[in-house]
């Protein structure tokens, strides 16, 4: 049984940095994705299980940055000059163990944590 368990979801202003973490039960090609509400779940970043390599949306470019912890099993999304249009609750999803490289989709995710709210105020 795949586990997810996101935390350091909270509010801030605008501008301020805020870091994410998702603790799994293995290691996985792995993604963050968020949905603000009345509007579809979009991907935000991704990272590959075996070489780290990252994909992010053109909207957090150069804001957010996808890392792991192999040792600690741990995902992370540090996410800088936050903006208003951030706002959301931000979900880690892990592909099916067959797959090494990320993906950009939700469908291509098997397993979905709880998610965490993050509120930017402006």
């Known amino acids: 049984q795949v586990r997810l368990v996101e935390s350091g979801g909270g509010l801030v202003q605008a501008g301020d940095s805020l870091r994410l973490s998702c603790a799994a039960s293995?290691?996985?090609?792995m993604g963050w994705f968020r949905q603000a509400p009345g509007k579809e779940r979009e991907f935000v970043a991704g990272?590959?299980?075996?070489?780290?390599?990252?994909g992010y949306a053109d909207s957090v470019k150069g804001r957010f940055t996808v890392s792991r912890d192999n040792a600690k099993n741990t995902l992370y999304l540090q996410m800088d000059s936050l903006k208003p249009e951030d706002s959301a609750v931000y979900y880690c999803?892990?592909?099916?163990?067959?797959?090494?490289?990320?993906?950009?989709?939700?469908?291509?995710?098997?397993?979905w944590g709880q998610g965490t709210q993050v509120t930017v105020s402006s």
């Open positions: 293995g290691q996985y090609a």
């Open positions: 990272i590959s299980r075996s070489d780290s390599s990252t």
């Open positions: 999803a892990a592909r099916s163990p067959y797959y090494r490289a990320t993906g950009y989709y939700a469908r291509e995710y098997a397993y």
